[in-house]
């Protein structure tokens, strides 16, 4: 698939096909999509309204809680307002998801797309460890998305269970750990039911705030009025630049609509974000405020604004509305946790992490897959974070910083697209990225406040993980490197082979990592065994910086002689590197492949110590040991298991 659309200005772009691979198909109706997006996209933006106004008011930090008066409702509510304007719409849905790589988003994907594009700028490498940064901060957010959203909604039950407290915390772990452990089954059942369920819930979120809207519908005109979130500023100063680390709150997931972007395509996106997720959630917002500025006494605003949503619900109907509430949060776990799986395929494609098991649930929905490294890992994170804080509001104090660094650094991205890619001048696109940036260091910085009581976790996981990532990236380029440098050129080893060993019978498939040199595994085979196979492929899978790569694009086969073939075959960071499979089209070298008559030769690198590492001590220990633990090439080439020969070799980095 070609990537046209990013070279020039984004108002011209095509939108990118909508649902492409992922199970949605081209034909899907509008409609459809923004329903669907409904219920995948806006999970996690969509339940903040649980917890995210309440905890602007709270004490953080050693800053003083907000009063609940007049004055300081509709400066918060204009922050939301403003900030769901700026971050959401104006940067994500109108401007950044513009810039898609074959019509998927997210932090990997526009990452590919640079290096794609200005593969000889030196100013990419700096991009790339900001994008592997990004990526590494998301592993962060997943596992705080899904403890801070089961846990708020677990505590709306005290509110229909007496007593319930001592419960709250062993129910969500109960809740977590029986949602991880259904990942297997696939969500394509689940997933058909995801609409309609966030439907209900952003409908009651309208309702529940129009009930309360009718009392002070002037509300309104103070939200979107952008003086009171000034004049909050002005007034307050320290203390406002501190809640403005909890307004984020309502804005974390606004990244997801970038990064599922490829799943519904950005007009379904867009569509339902403008028309109906936005106006639904300020609705609850200024429902919210219009509770508390309805109270006689500073007591009892004081009261409500421990706990607003909950405390907003009619008794007659809390019971339905907090099971939504807690659906809706199951819903927006589940999304980010299959998020993770499909950002984990990505990196695995493009070379940043080890390989993986992947399984694919559903035989029609490419992108339903499930890792289960992926996934007991972050059931065990996400059950320690709950264990840890105990509490949703100790969990908020954590949350938003992993969300704001990634939000800032999608901006640093966007700048090289706009300058780079797109030839924007700077009179046109440095107001907007200098606008960008000013919001997304704003967030950025009241969250750092929340280092020392919580946000130091997310920032250690992300620093973990980019460290895993870049150590393995940098890992994979010296061994290439080691295994080349003084290589045999493949060309006169065809020739002097020939004379060497016996031709039999069949094809023999040696994977190579690179498409230059002859594998290891070759010059074992003719050390050991002294055979060569009549027809021997030298076979390369390369992964392109784009989503899916076309099938005329799909193969290169080079003869080299003497029945020894160079190939290489293309495939995009989506797609399944399934080798026989991709192998049964391919008729470029002498003719088609009978599997039963096929051989699939290995290599399987040993590491040894090195008089001149190529990494500090720790770092190559590090690789050596992802390297010993990454899935087998076998599994994750699909070779069939009783075709396959691995012959060991020992490399120095």
Same mark, same amino acid.
């Given at each position: ?12 772009? $095509? ?6 691979? *992922? ?31 309440? &905890?602007?008011? @709270?004490?953080? *930090? ?17 922050? #939301? ?86 419960? =709250? ?30 439907? !209900? ?10 009930? +309360? ?10 939200? =979107? ?14 203390? @406002? ?6 307004? #984020? ?23 339902? %974000?403008?028309?109906?997720?936005? $106006? ?36 007659? #109907? ?10 809706? !949060? ?13 950002? !984990? ?8 992490? $080890?390989?993986?098991?992947?399984? +694919? ?21 996400? =059950? ?11 969990? @908020? ?24 890619? %797109?030839? %924007? ?44 990532? !870049? ?5 994979? &380029? ?10 045999? $050129? =493949? ?16 094809? @023999? ?14 010059? *074992?085979?003719?050390? *050991? ?26 193969? &290169? ?18 797609? &399944? ?77």
């Amino acid at each position: 698939m070609s990537s046209t659309a990013n070279t020039a200005d984004p108002a011209s772009a $095509p939108a990118p096909e909508q649902g492409h691979g *992922h199970g949605h198909g081209h034909k899907a109706s509008t409609a459809a999509l923004v329903v669907g997006a409904i219920g995948v996209v806006f999970g996690d933006i969509g339940t903040s309204p649980l917890y995210a106004f309440r &905890e602007t008011f @709270a004490s953080h *930090h050693g800053a003083p809680g907000i009063s609940p008066d007049a004055d300081h409702i509709h400066g918060v509510l204009s922050l #939301v307002f403003w900030s769901m304007m700026m971050v959401v719409t104006v940067k994500y849905v109108l401007t950044i998801m513009r810039a898609d790589n074959g019509g998927e988003g997210g932090s990997l994907a526009l990452l590919a797309l640079i290096k794609r594009r200005a593969s000889t700028a030196g100013w990419t490498r700096p991009l790339v460890l900001l994008g592997v940064f990004a990526t590494a901060l998301f592993y962060g957010d997943s596992m705080i998305t899904p403890a801070i959203s089961v846990l708020s909604a677990t505590e709306g039950v005290k509110y229909i269970v007496p007593g319930f407290e001592p419960w =709250i915390v062993p129910t969500a772990v109960a809740i977590l750990f029986g949602l991880f452990a259904i990942q297997s089954r696939g969500t394509d059942r689940v997933g058909k039911l995801f609409g309609p369920v966030m439907l !209900t819930y952003f409908s009651m979120l309208a309702v529940l705030g129009v009930m +309360h809207l009718t009392a002070d519908p002037a509300i309104i005109l103070e939200t =979107i009025n952008p003086l009171n979130a000034l004049r909050f500023f002005a007034d307050d100063g320290f203390v @406002a630049f501190v809640a403005l680390g909890s307004v #984020v709150l309502a804005v974390t997931g606004a990244e997801a609509l970038y990064a599922d972007m490829g799943h519904f395509g950005r007009k379904p996106i867009g569509i339902s %974000w403008l028309t109906f997720v936005y $106006p639904a959630l300020m609705l609850n917002y200024m429902g919210q405020g219009a509770l508390i500025l309805s109270q006689t006494s500073p007591e009892a605003a004081a009261a409500l604004v421990k706990d607003p949503f909950f405390l907003m619900i009619p008794d007659m #109907v809390r019971v339905p509305v907090i099971v939504i509430a807690l659906f809706a !949060t199951i819903i927006a776990s589940q999304a980010v946790i299959s998020g993770a799986f499909s950002l !984990t395929q990505q990196a695995i494609q493009l070379g940043f992490i $080890p390989r993986m098991e992947i399984r +694919h649930t559903s035989a029609s929905a490419a992108g339903q897959i499930y890792i289960p490294a992926v996934n007991w890992g972050l059931m065990v994170m996400v =059950i320690l974070l709950v264990l840890f804080f105990q509490s949703s509001t100790n969990l @908020a104090a954590a949350y938003g910083i992993a969300v704001t660094g990634a939000m800032f650094i999608d901006t640093l991205l966007l700048a090289a697209v706009l300058f780079s890619l %797109w030839k %924007w001048p700077l009179w046109k696109g440095l107001p907007l990225v200098i606008a960008f940036l000013i919001v997304d260091i704003a967030y950025f910085g009241a969250n750092l406040i929340k280092v020392p009581s919580g946000g130091w976790v997310p920032l250690l996981i992300g620093f973990v993980i980019f460290t895993l990532l !870049t150590t393995w990236s940098r890992g994979r &380029e010296l061994m290439r490197a080691s295994m080349t440098e003084g290589s045999l $050129p =493949i060309e006169i080893f065809a020739k002097s082979a020939q004379n060497s060993a016996t031709r039999v019978p069949g094809t @023999a498939v040696f994977m190579a990592s690179t498409n230059s040199g002859v594998p290891s595994a070759l010059l *074992h085979n003719i050390k *050991h065994n002294k055979v060569l196979h009549e027809r021997v492929l030298i076979l390369t899978v390369q992964v392109r910086g784009m989503p899916y790569v076309d099938e005329a694009e799909r193969y &290169e086969c080079k003869s080299l002689g003497n029945g020894f073939y160079r190939v290489t075959i293309y495939c995009g960071f989506l797609e &399944e590197t399934d080798v026989p499979r991709l192998m049964s089209t391919l008729t470029l070298c002498d003719g088609a492949f009978d599997m039963m008559q096929t051989s699939f030769f290995l290599s399987r690198q040993t590491l040894l110590p090195s008089s001149k590492p190529g990494m500090a001590i720790w770092r190559e220990k590090l690789f050596a040991w992802m390297l010993r633990n990454a899935a087998s090439a076998m599994a994750f080439f699909r070779l069939p298991t009783n075709r396959v020969v691995e012959l060991g070799s020992q490399v120095e980095i």
